[in-house]
């Protein structure tokens, strides 16, 4: 406080608060900004949540799909192979099943017939363009059903190559074994291998 006086003999009395004025100011500026960053900063934390929830959605979604692709999504599934039926024969490979029994009916060595066994061949073509070959396995005379059959993938390569990657065969019992462990190669059995059933 200071006292000021004039010639009059008035006294005044005058207060200056400025300081404390611009301290509280700035107390009061220091205060908003506070609150300000501590509601941006409560918008961060909303947003992370929710962040952190949407990938734990997206993640499970994800791992949901993968099971389901592995496990369950297979065009031949342990149920259809035991309960396989295969297309049916046709006129035309019948007949020429006949024709081939029928050379092999005489041949005889020593008055003993000779164990023939002969395959007949079906080929498929995929969308992709792979051959699938199937075999039709008969034994002896007996042309009324097959003995075995399987099928693979011919594998593209030298002409000389009669090797392929085997997707399934039938067994004597007529069960269905997958050969393949490839998911994508399971897809091609079912809609390429010409079984006879």
């Not at 295969?86 to 006949?98: A, D, F, N």
């Given at each position: 406080?200071?006292n000021?006086?004039?010639n009059?003999n008035?006294?005044?009395?005058?207060?200056?608060?400025?300081?404390?004025?611009?301290?509280?100011?700035?107390?009061?500026?220091?205060s908003?900004?506070?609150?300000?960053?501590?509601?941006?900063?409560?918008?961060?934390?909303?947003?992370?949540y929710?962040?952190?929830?949407?990938?734990?959605?997206?993640?499970?979604?994800?791992?949901l799909?993968?099971?389901?692709?592995?496990?369950?999504?297979?065009?031949?599934?342990?149920?259809?192979?035991?309960?396989?039926?295969?297309?049916p024969?046709t006129q035309?490979?019948?007949?020429?099943?006949?024709?081939?029994?029928?050379?092999?009916?005489?041949k005889?060595?020593?008055?003993?017939?000779?164990?023939t066994?002969?395959t007949?061949?079906?080929?498929?073509?995929?969308?992709?363009?792979?051959?699938?070959?199937?075999?039709?396995?008969?034994?002896?005379?007996?042309?009324?059903e097959?003995?075995?059959q399987?099928?693979y993938?011919?594998?593209?390569?030298?002409i000389?190559?009669l090797?392929?990657?085997?997707?399934?065969?039938?067994?004597?019992?007529?069960?269905?074994?997958?050969?393949?462990?490839?998911?994508?190669?399971k897809?091609?059995?079912?809609?390429?291998?010409?079984?006879?059933?």
């Amino acid at each position: 406080m200071e006292n000021i006086s004039d010639n009059s003999n008035v006294e005044a009395t005058v207060n200056v608060y400025s300081k404390i004025n611009n301290a509280i100011d700035y107390e009061l500026y220091k205060s908003a900004k506070v609150i300000a960053l501590h509601k941006s900063q409560l918008e961060i934390n909303r947003s992370k949540y929710a962040l952190n929830i949407t990938l734990i959605c997206c993640s499970i979604l994800i791992t949901l799909f993968f099971i389901w692709w592995l496990f369950l999504h297979q065009s031949v599934s342990v149920n259809e192979a035991s309960q396989w039926k295969g297309s049916p024969i046709t006129q035309e490979e019948r007949k020429r099943v006949e024709e081939i029994a029928a050379t092999v009916k005489g041949k005889t060595h020593e008055n003993q017939i000779l164990p023939t066994k002969f395959t007949v061949f079906r080929a498929s073509v995929t969308e992709s363009g792979e051959k699938i070959v199937t075999g039709i396995v008969y034994q002896g005379i007996n042309v009324s059903e097959p003995s075995s059959q399987y099928c693979y993938l011919e594998l593209a390569g030298d002409i000389n190559d009669l090797g392929g990657k085997e997707l399934a065969s039938i067994d004597e019992a007529g069960v269905l074994h997958i050969k393949t462990q490839d998911d994508f190669l399971k897809n091609f059995i079912k809609p390429h291998c010409l079984f006879v059933g």
